[in-house]
């Protein structure tokens, strides 16, 4: 079937929603490769697709076959090497339940995670002036289960009295994470996987490439107060922001929490007079 054939009556709707479809698709991959490291491996990707092209134009058939090999050795090693990334991909698919897909945005969700947010940013606050350290992780739609099977099991509600009381030196959880799953303290101690990244500052210590490493293999949010500098860092998608403010803080995670799901909410079925009042 041609493409361009228009000779039939549906033939236009048929062009423009094939369009509208694989653009969709390239749009959603680009969004999804660009905040990861394949972003440089795809970029060499293509270009010795270009180099391939060129070559079965202009008839260098022996380095155009050879290209062609290098691509399909290219496609399997971006599987092996960017493993974490594909399953990060695929969890994050899987996980958009029915609920998502009305977009629908409970209020009072919504006023829970905003409490859970200033409790974490005053825990973090209370850490960082009196230099205790302390790593925090706030799963989002990829599940890290095995992550919370690593430490102890709490399924506490989330307070700062026991946060900072968790990551107090000395007592027996303060070593390791504290997961935050649906404003709730998962577990405490727990181990998270170090970063691969080779090219970090030696200045970062062991709870910042933790947060790196579990943000590079998840969606979650990682905080960090470092017990030497008493300055708090944030890692999300494998990138780290430090030396903030509290307030900084808070206008990250309501960002990360809030500011996209609030997007969602025009879409929904809620009546208006619901809308406003979650506004106010």
Do not use: W
């Not at 095995?146 to 399924?155: A, E, H, L, S």
């Not at 998962?186 to 998270?192: D, G, N």
Request: hydrophobic share 45%.
């Amino acid at each position: 079937m041609n493409f361009l054939d228009l000779s039939g009556p549906f033939d236009l709707i048929r062009m423009l929603v094939e369009l509208s479809l694989v653009s969709y698709i390239v749009y959603k991959v680009i969004q999804l490769v660009r905040e990861t490291r394949a972003m440089q491996l795809v970029k060499g990707l293509l270009f010795i697709l270009i180099l391939s092209k060129l070559s079965e134009i202009i008839g260098l058939k022996t380095v155009a076959f050879l290209l062609q090999g290098t691509i399909q050795l290219f496609g399997f090693g971006m599987i092996v090497l960017f493993q974490p990334e594909l399953r990060r991909a695929l969890e994050k698919l899987g996980s958009s339940g029915f609920q998502d897909i009305l977009l629908i945005k409970d209020d009072e969700e919504r006023l829970k995670t905003i409490a859970s947010i200033e409790t974490i940013v005053n825990s973090c606050a209370r850490c960082a002036e009196d230099y205790i350290g302390a790593l925090i992780v706030i799963e989002r739609d990829t599940k890290i289960g095995d992550i919370v099977n690593t430490g102890t099991r709490m399924d506490a509600a989330l307070s700062e009295e026991l946060l900072v009381n968790i990551f107090t030196p000395k007592t027996p959880l303060h070593d390791g994470a504290v997961i935050i799953r649906n404003s709730i303290i998962t577990a405490a101690a727990c181990y998270l996987p170090l970063t691969q990244n080779a090219g970090l500052s030696r200045d970062l210590g062991t709870r910042h490439r933790a947060a790196l490493g579990i943000t590079e293999v998840s969606d979650a949010i990682a905080i960090v107060v470092s017990e030497e500098s008493g300055k708090i860092s944030y890692a999300h998608n494998g990138g780290l922001t430090r030396n903030l403010t509290p307030d900084m803080l808070r206008k990250a995670l309501s960002r990360f929490l809030l500011e996209n799901k609030n997007d969602k909410r025009r879409f929904t079925f809620r009546k208006v007079k619901n809308s406003e009042q979650a506004d106010r």
